[in-house]
């Protein structure tokens, strides 16, 4: 029996560690595919507090994993496919993860699975992700510094994003399937008064090309279909993010989305579980963000272990 599993080993599930770790519980991390998660699609983090000029992905996910190593956290590449709950004599809570053939028992949970960026589907998009494709221009936008860039989607995220590019881009334009956006008036009053971003409206990409590196986008007008070549330097997706929560969506209370409701202090709908990161229902995702999440759901973790035990 665990005193606390975290599923995900992104930068929320690894500050939850750290912070697990400190408190000394016995923690086990499971992580399904790569430490680091979504962000190490992204080769560097130029706002991550305390690194000027800011820092190679790679380095700082190493950093913290080597942080969490040094206090015996266990760090297992499993997928947990199923959460059991399970009351005790006594009344208490605890639970089973199902991971691969077998099960892992503890006293609470912190889910920190995260999201995944909602792709286009178009081709070659995955080929050249980290080659000009980018689902962050917060994180990538310094490596567009004077070049053409073009952002795809028409809600809030993508207009914001957009409007952060200008700060580095020589020119930002939005390709967006509606002659209207989605994104709020105020916002959308600012782009068309921003002199750098110009407007590809009623269409949508069917191709990202190049070679080593994006050099065009294939535009289809859904009016009439023409179809025409727009050259640029990068391609900035935001057409949504979807959450890593199917294998709780019977648990725990969700948005029709699928992102996770927490209280304040992150615990969810079922006594022992806190959740943390981009999996939970907020206004923003960031590194920086996900990791104080990380802290508070350790914390209160550990909080709801000690209420436990009196």
């Known amino acids: 029996m665990h005193d606390l599993i975290i599923i995900g080993a992104g930068p929320a599930g690894l500050t939850a560690a750290l912070y697990a770790g400190r408190f000394r519980l016995n923690t086990v991390v499971l992580e399904k595919i790569n430490i680091g998660g979504q962000i190490v699609t992204s080769p560097t983090i130029d706002n991550f507090p305390g690194f000027p000029g800011g820092i190679a992905t790679h ?10 190593d040094d206090l015996g956290v266990v760090v297992m590449m499993e997928e947990a496919q199923e959460i059991i709950p399970h009351v005790d004599a006594f009344g208490l809570n605890s639970y089973k993860i199902k991971v691969c053939d077998k099960f892992i028992e503890t006293k609470a949970i912190i889910i920190a699975t995260g999201a995944q960026p909602k792709k286009l589907g178009v081709e070659g998009e995955n080929r050249l992700i980290g080659r000009g494709v980018s689902y962050c221009g917060t994180c ?8 053409e860039v073009v952002v795809v989607g028409g ?6 994003e957009a409007i952060f590019l200008t700060s580095y881009a020589k020119k930002v334009t939005i390709v967006h ?8 008036k105020i916002l959308e009053e600012k782009i068309k008064a921003n002199h750098k971003i110009n407007f590809i409206l009623e269409s949508v990409v ?29 391609v900035f997706i935001f057409v949504g993010i979807r959450p890593n929560t199917e294998f709780i969506k019977n648990l725990l209370n969700t948005t029709e989305a699928g992102f996770i409701i927490t209280q304040p202090d992150l615990r969810t709908s079922k006594a022992g579980i806190f959740a943390c990161g981009d999996c939970l229902e907020k206004n ?5 963000s996900a990791c104080g999440e990380g802290a508070t759901a350790a ?3 550990y909080k709801y272990l000690l209420m436990l035990k009196g």
Request: hydrophobic residues 35%; charged residues 35%; glycine residues 4%.
């Open 155 to 160: 809600g809030d995220r993508a207009v914001e």
């Open 284 to 288: 923003l995702y960031q590194v920086v």
């Open 177 to 184: 399937r509606r002659q209207e956006f989605r994104a709020s």
């Open 206 to 234: 069917e191709e990202i090309t190049g070679q080593n590196r994006v050099e065009a986008i294939k535009i289809k007008n859904v009016k009439n279909n023409q179809l025409s070549n727009f050259a640029c330097d990068g």
């Open 140 to 147: 990538d936008a310094p490596l567009f510094r004077n070049k």
């Open 59 to 68: 380095e700082l996910i190493e950093k913290m994993k080597h942080q969490v």
């Open 299 to 301: 914390d209160s973790a």
